[in-house]
């Protein structure tokens, strides 16, 4: 009865755990010194692995965006609103979640699997040895990094999707340039690419706290560091997908829709 118990209880634990060591990193943010040539650094190899497969990624997320908003706009005799509808879903929804969705399956294994290593290589218990904190150490530039990145890649992204949405609905819906073009202020407006940022940050933050927090509690040796790796990557889909129905659900409330 009390295996049982325990077991049940342990997902709460775990997310108890997991909050508290988020609250560490937040207090860490302010401690000096800042850690900036790890910030760089990280910052780079973030970019690095995530930005090529996020572009290639773009590409068929703007594509299958523009076909499927064109064809349901052209039933309903409105093909003038194609641009606008195509960019408002880009901008609002696809290019934040493709983003986080790069950012967690590459970037954030990458941490998890770093940090990890330096766990089982006892690294981190050596550094509290000395009084050096791993987590202001560590993981504070390895979070901010991964969420100056997530930024900028949510703007290549949309970039990316918005053209590859147009050039398929000129090409292959036999679209109007110029009206694919002027009817992007018809429904979407400038709160549409603060909220796609703020949707960036977050899950930049998210994936990497779930990344360092699995990756410093790691055991059990190199199979211990790649089931770190995957319950990272499983575990930050989930609070990626729940992040963005909420903030979804908070900005529709907070700003109407154009024209509504």
């Not at 609103?81 to 934040?96: H, K, M």
């Not at 202001?136 to 053209?163: E, I, K, W, Y």
């Not at 410093?216 to 211990?224: E, F, I, L, V």
């Amino acid at each position: 009865m009390a295996s049982t118990t325990a077991r049940l209880l342990a997902p709460v634990g775990a997310a108890g755990s997991l909050f508290a060591f988020a609250l560490d990193v937040a207090r860490g943010l302010f401690r000096r010194p800042f850690q900036l040539r790890e910030f760089i650094q990280q910052a780079w190899f973030v970019a690095s692995v995530t930005i090529i497969p996020t572009a290639l990624v773009a590409i068929p997320f703007g594509a299958v965006i523009a076909l499927q908003v064109g064809g349901l706009i052209r039933q309903f005799g409105a093909e003038s609103f194609t641009g606008s509808a195509s960019v408002l879903a880009v901008v609002q929804q696809a290019a934040p979640i493709a983003t986080a969705l790069l950012i967690a399956g590459a970037g954030g294994s990458a941490i998890a699997a770093d940090l990890g290593a330096r766990k089982i290589r006892e690294e981190l218990d050596a550094m509290m040895v000395l009084g050096i904190d791993p987590i202001q150490r560590l993981v504070v530039p390895r979070v901010l990094a991964t969420m100056l990145v997530a930024v900028f890649l949510n703007g290549l992204v949309s970039v990316v999707g918005v053209a590859g949405g147009y050039v398929f609905n000129v090409v292959l819906q036999d679209g109007t340039p110029g009206a694919y073009i002027a009817s992007f202020t018809a429904l979407a407006q400038l709160p549409d690419i603060w909220i796609g940022l703020v949707k960036a940050l977050i899950f930049g933050l998210i994936a990497a706290v779930v990344a360092s927090y699995k990756g410093m509690n790691a055991g059990g040796g190199p199979k211990g560091v790649g089931d770190a790796v995957n319950e990272s990557v499983v575990i930050t889909f989930l609070l990626l997908f729940i992040a963005n129905f909420v903030l979804s659900a908070v900005y529709l409330q907070v700003v109407p829709p154009k024209g509504g």
